[in-house]
């Protein structure tokens, strides 16, 4: 018998968590950069009014230009703090995050996220795939908030290395309606 999804998944983040950190600092923040630039130059991003960023752990990549891009842009910017209700996005300047409940820094008060209406969201991931499935740390959050808002967009920011033809997919994951990498543009699901 095959191992099933949430075996294949755990055995998954172990290996990506693995080369996320065989990687080089400056390597990570070059690549970081140009996937932040091929993100930045989507349309969605233009025509988006709120823009919900994470903060990056385990070698992710850093999404702190599109931070930059969207500020100038006149957006607002928010990041996640978990709560019991599930992830949060406030808006906030991250010099000023603490370590939350899970340990991870995060906001600790600010504007919340509108529900609906020019969200843009770019979410963390471990690795995607061709179709825009997203591998993340385990917990579901993010599947949760972004389930909340079906008509945001959604978008992964990833090494190119993070990517592959095919991850197991469940039915409560939501897939990415694209990925940004440093060396390409891999179109996800339109739904």
Request: contains cysteine; charged residues 25%.
């Amino acid at each position: 018998m095959g191992e099933d999804h949430t075996q294949a998944k755990r055995r998954l983040r172990g290996a990506f968590r693995a080369l996320a950190h065989e990687t080089s600092v400056a390597s990570r923040a070059a690549a970081s950069a140009m996937a932040c630039r091929r993100l930045g130059e989507r349309g969605e991003l233009a025509a988006a009014g709120h823009v919900a960023l994470y903060v990056p752990l385990d070698g992710e990549p850093d999404p702190a230009h599109l931070a930059e891009i969207a500020l100038r842009a006149g957006k607002g910017v928010y990041y996640p703090r978990v709560t019991a209700e599930g992830l949060e996005f406030v808006a906030a300047n991250p010099r000023t995050f603490r370590a939350g409940p899970l340990g991870v820094p995060e906001p600790s008060a600010g504007p919340r996220l509108p529900p609906d209406g020019g969200l843009f969201f770019v979410v963390p991931g471990l690795a995607f795939d061709l179709g825009g499935t997203r591998l993340g740390r385990g917990g579901g959050h993010y599947d949760r908030a972004l389930a909340a808002r079906p008509g945001a967009a959604r978008f992964g920011l990833a090494f190119e290395f993070q990517v592959l033809p095919r991850l197991p997919r469940a039915p409560w994951d939501v897939p990415m309606n694209g990925v940004a990498t440093e060396a390409r543009w891999v179109e996800g699901t339109k739904t």
